[in-house]
C-alpha cells in the first residue's frame, strides 16, 4: 500500500527558502517506472504543476518557477523534496508530493495516481 | 506556454448528466487526464489518457477528447459527485505539466 507524507515547516518568511520532504512507503523511489512530483495548490485557488523527478535523469520543472525550484531524490531515505527560494506571499499553498502512474512510454506524462495529503505553507513575516 | 481553459462551475440536478469541459490548442493530439478534489483532500484520478478509468471509479465517469477540447461526463449524477474538477496534460513542446482552472460541480 503506498503512502506519501509531505513534512516540514509551516511557516517561512519571505525571501528564505522553503523546503519540504516526501516520504515515500511502500514503493521505492529508486523506481524505473514512476516520476515524482511536487503539486501546490493556493488556498482557494486551482492546481499547479512544480516540477517531477525521476531517479534517473534531470527534472522537468514548471518554467514559471524554474529559476526557483530544485527537486531532487534521496534514495537512502526514500524520500524526495522540493526546495523554492526567494519566496513571497504569492507561495503561500498547500503543497502535495505525488508519485505519477507507471506506463510504457512517455512515463513523465502519466497521471498523478498518488498523492499525499498535502502541507500547508504560509510565507509570513 | 500551453493554457487549458476549463468553465468555473457546473450546475446539474441529481441523475441528470454533467459535461465539464477542457479546452486547449490542439489538445486533441495530447493525452489528458481528468481529477477529482473534495474540499480538504487531495485530487483522485478519475479519467486518464483522454478516456481510461482507473479501478475503482463508477463507469459513470467517462471521457472524451476530439479537436480543442476535451470533456468530462459524469452520468445520473449524485449528490457525491459534488466537487472541483480539474484537466491536466503534459505538453511535450515545452516540456511541462500544466492543470486547467478547475471546475466546481454543484449538485443542485
Known amino acids: 500500500h503506498l503512502l506519501l507524507q509531505e513534512s516540514g515547516p509551516g511557516l517561512v518568511k519571505p525571501s528564505e527558502t522553503l523546503t519540504l520532504t516526501c516520504t515515500v512507503s511502500g514503493d521505492s523511489v529508486k523506481s524505473s517506472s514512476h516520476y515524482w512530483a511536487w503539486i501546490r495548490q493556493p488556498p482557494g485557488k486551482g492546481l499547479e504543476w512544480i516540477g517531477s523527478v525521476f531517479y534517473t535523469g534531470s527534472p522537468y520543472y514548471n518554467p514559471s518557477l524554474k529559476s526557483r525550484v530544485t527537486i531532487s531524490i534521496d534514495p537512502s531515505k526514500n524520500q524526495f523534496s522540493l526546495k523554492l527560494t526567494s519566496v513571497a506571499a504569492g507561495d503561500t499553498s498547500v503543497y502535495f508530493c505525488a508519485r505519477q502512474a507507471s506506463r510504457i512510454t512517455m512515463i513523465v506524462a502519466a497521471p498523478f495516481q498518488y498523492w499525499g495529503q498535502g502541507a500547508l505553507v504560509t510565507v509570513s513575516s | 506556454s500551453y493554457v487549458l481553459t476549463q468553465p468555473p462551475s457546473v450546475s446539474v440536478a441529481p441523475g441528470q448528466t454533467a459535461r465539464i469541459t477542457c479546452g486547449g490548442n490542439?489538445?486533441?493530439?495530447?493525452?489528458v487526464h481528468w481529477y477529482q478534489q473534495r474540499p480538504g483532500q487531495a485530487p483522485v484520478v478519475v479519467v486518464y489518457d483522454d478516456s481510461d478509468r482507473p479501478s475503482g471509479i463508477p463507469e459513470r465517469f467517462s471521457g472524451s477528447n476530439s479537436g480543442n477540447a476535451a470533456t468530462l461526463t459524469i452520468s445520473r449524477v449524485e449528490a457525491g459527485d459534488e466537487a472541483d474538477y480539474y484537466c491536466q496534460l503534459w505538453d511535450s513542446n515545452t516540456d511541462q505539466g500544466v492543470f486547467g482552472g478547475g471546475t466546481k460541480l454543484t449538485v443542485l
Open positions: 490542439n489538445i486533441g493530439t495530447k493525452s
